[in-house]
């Protein structure tokens, strides 16, 4: 720990990586809470992994990648959005054709890129150490975006989610309600990419939030733990794959599936203990 | 009687398959009508005919005197329940204040007029000691009357319930019924069900559904020879349900 707390000072790398967990946790906390009392787990997969497409593409192109996750993700949003309200029955099947298919066209764009292709692994499993200056501005505006867009529709969101039947009964715009909470997954989406990657990024979008929901009694007190939960996750991961030299995100996510293992079990064994008392 | 609900001759078909055929009703204010019929009989679609949510393939539909779509204010709606999240985290009294959500309302902010609202139609269905309670944590029934506060929380001036016991137990239905009943005393009411044995001493119109609908009083009947008649009522609605 206190190795880590050297380098922290030392090194401006290991600072960006501090922010960089902050700004992720932020915005997985919120979002997160929305994929998982919306049970949308499988569609964020879709737009994760639909991003490498653009990644590989941006990169063939010379274009920044982070521009390209941006366009390619909310561009799957919008789709999944309209799937969703427009032919939901093959729902899973489009779903599971657009994970599969982005993935395949971001790796031949890669291979077709000159030289030798270091990055196809920090998009899959993110290097949060590697976050520049740039990036963590990008981060920061796209967590103003969310933090901006949830407040403004946070009622809204949560009728929606709650009871999508009666929100469109009380004439509430459900369709535009529902993209647009796809689309801010998708931002989140390109964050938690380059902290822990796109293969781990469902891991970060809902364990944090699940793990809350088990202690929260409403919407807003579950965002506020999942953003705390998501901090220490990333935190710890980072000092313990620092300390012992193992990949950061891999780190973080077995951190954060040990955790929710052990919330689910102390909350079934508190429940159990809740039924003997009252008999 | 103020109309608050007239069908003329409406009909309804999703592409060719006819569901709603020339239907005719007029529910007056006061009026506690129970729609029933068997499943896949058009419940659902005249409902959502009345809410708005489709529009007539022939005839002409009015709530209040207005297009459904312009009605929806007017209207409480109590969706069939047993679908919803149970770890959702969300309590009872911030499922109450969604019905008091409009479509601009932007930002986390209830008004206190809201907050009095969802107080009042917790305590008109008594759950208001139940506010700080997880929805999910609620039994059957205290669900269906926080569902029915959340309507009542639009102040509506006509009721709309699905199915409103389809998930509770008997003794539950029956205090559901006569909570509807005292309800009843200040707002319109029009329930679709399943069975009709319970909703029989309580309602004062029946509309059997079909794809057809036959209307049938009940008011007229006094009270002391319901019973007696109407059970022989009850055949003749079973029997022209076979259409």
Known sequence: MTEFLVALFKYGFIQNAVLAGLLSSLACGIVGTYVVVKRITFISGGIAHAVLGGMGVAYYLGVDPLRGAVVTAILSAVLLGLVNLKAKQHEDTIIGALWAVGMAVGIIFMSLTPGYNVDLMSFLFGNILMVTSPVLRVLFFLDLIILLVVATFYRQFLLVCFDEEYARLRGLPVEFLYILLLCLIALTVVILIKVVGLILVIALLTLPAAVSGLFSHNLSHMMGLATVLGLIFIMVGLVVSYNLNLPSGATIVIIAGGCYLGALGLNKLYLFMLRRKKH | ?243
Do not use: W
């Open chain 2, 1 to 243: 009687m103020a109309k608050v609900l007239e069908l003329q001759g409406v009909s309804f078909a999703y592409d060719r398959r006819l569901i709603l055929e020339d239907l005719n009703l007029v529910v007056e204010e006061g009026d506690f009508l129970a729609v029933i019929g068997p499943n896949g009989g058009g419940k659902t679609t005249l409902l959502r005919l009345i809410l708005g949510c489709l529009e007539p393939v022939r005839g002409s539909l009015s709530v209040f005197n207005l297009p459904p779509r312009k009605a929806r204010h007017l209207i409480g709606y109590v969706p069939q329940f047993g679908e919803f999240n149970k770890d959702f985290p969300v309590s009872a009294l911030e499922v109450v204040l969604m019905g008091r959500l409009l479509p601009d309302n932007l930002f986390p902010k209830y008004s206190a007029e809201d907050y009095a609202a969802a107080y009042d139609g917790m305590s008109a269905v008594g759950v208001r000691n139940l506010a700080d309670y997880r929805f999910g944590e609620l039994s059957g029934g205290q669900k269906q009357r926080t569902l029915i506060a959340r309507a009542l929380a639009a102040k509506p001036a006509l009721l709309i319930l699905d199915e409103p016991t389809s998930s509770v137990d008997s003794r539950v239905e029956q205090d559901i019924y006569e909570l509807l009943t005292q309800l009843n005393k200040k707002v319109t009411i029009i329930m679709v069900s399943h069975d009709l044995g319970f909703v029989s001493s309580y309602i004062n119109k029946v509309a059997c559904l079909n794809r057809k609908m036959v209307v049938h009083n009940t008011g007229e009947i006094s009270k002391e020879v319901i019973s007696e008649l109407y059970r022989s009522s009850v055949e003749m609605i079973t029997h022209q349900c076979q259409l």
